[in-house]
């Protein structure tokens, strides 16, 4: 298998070196975060979540969803 020089902006290069895991290249790196998961393997993966926590993260999520949306718009 053959292998590319690229390159990054510093800020990127920080994030993929605060992601990598002690034991990977960082060819797996990128590979692990690029690979796209199986969503069956998420199911049931939230099932001990109280009613509580599960409305802060919901509140949480739409109010994420909103600042994207007025970033989008500008």
Known sequence: MGTKTISIM?????KLISLKKSDESFSDQ????????NIMELAGAWNDLNKSDAEKMKAK???????RSRLDNN
């Open 61 to 67: 999520l739409l109010e994420k969803r909103k600042d």
């Open 10 to 14: 510093d800020d990127v290069y920080e």
């Open 30 to 37: 990128i590979r692990r975060l690029t690979e796209k998961g």
